[in-house]
């Protein structure tokens, strides 16, 4: 299943940088399970940068580690993005 987990917009000037760090929650892994209940499993996923669903440009293999757990309605189902300018230098 591919399912996007978070985005950001990043305006830039014609030859500025940035660097945009992700956090993504284990629980946007989460599904509901045999038993009807909403669980994350350990196991192995793939985080995908992409400049559109078909411009995929790095993946990143990932593995949740631990014992499957239950998630309830506190879940953290959002992404969350930082954006820092990276100085350039002109020379």
Do not use: C, K, Q
């Amino acid at each position: 299943m591919v399912r996007l987990v978070g985005y950001v917009r990043v305006p830039l000037a014609a030859g500025a940088a940035a660097r945009v760090a992700f956090e993504v929650p284990a629980d946007v892994t989460s599904f509901t399970g045999v038993h009807g209940r909403r669980v994350v499993e350990p196991g192995d996923v793939e985080l995908r940068l992409s400049r559109s669903s078909a411009e995929v440009v790095a993946a990143l293999p990932l593995r949740l580690v631990g014992p499957e757990r239950e998630v309830g309605h506190h879940r953290r189902l959002l992404s969350t993005a930082r954006v820092e300018p990276v100085p350039t230098h002109h020379g």
